[in-house]
């Protein structure tokens, strides 16, 4: 008896180096610290919208700045690309964002105010 096995239906593009199971397993870490003018949210990982409710936890709090570094994030939903919108409006500060989040915050924003 035969077996075939079927291939996969969708290509996914992963970063140099990471396998399929490393990115279904990887979920949201948020380390935080302070630069001595505001609270740093250091963030990795991938982030979805069950996490937002986290990342408003740990911006909570007595801070003249708050400051979101994305340097080690791998993916993120609509709602969180619509949530982060929403936070800089505010005055919270996107470092180390990725080309693709910041222009897709961008379209999200300009789609927003075009309804």
């Not at 490393?22 to 919208?49: E, F, H, K, N, P």
């Not at 909570?60 to 708050?66: C, E, F, L, V, Y």
């Amino acid at each position: 008896m035969f077996f075939k096995t079927k291939k996969p239906s969708t290509f996914s593009r992963l970063p140099f180096g990471m396998s399929n199971a490393a990115i279904s397993v990887m979920t949201l870490r948020i380390t935080t610290g302070s630069d001595g003018q505001g609270r740093i949210l250091r963030l990795s990982g991938r982030i979805r919208s069950t996490d937002i409710e986290n990342i408003r936890e740990a911006m909570k709090g007595k801070a003249d700045r708050i400051v979101l570094d994305f340097e080690e994030v791998t993916l993120v939903d609509l709602d969180v690309v619509r949530f982060l919108g929403v936070s800089e409006a505010e005055g919270v500060e996107l470092v180390n964002c990725s080309p693709y989040i910041r222009d897709w915050i961008f379209r999200e924003r300009n789609s927003e105010e075009r309804d």
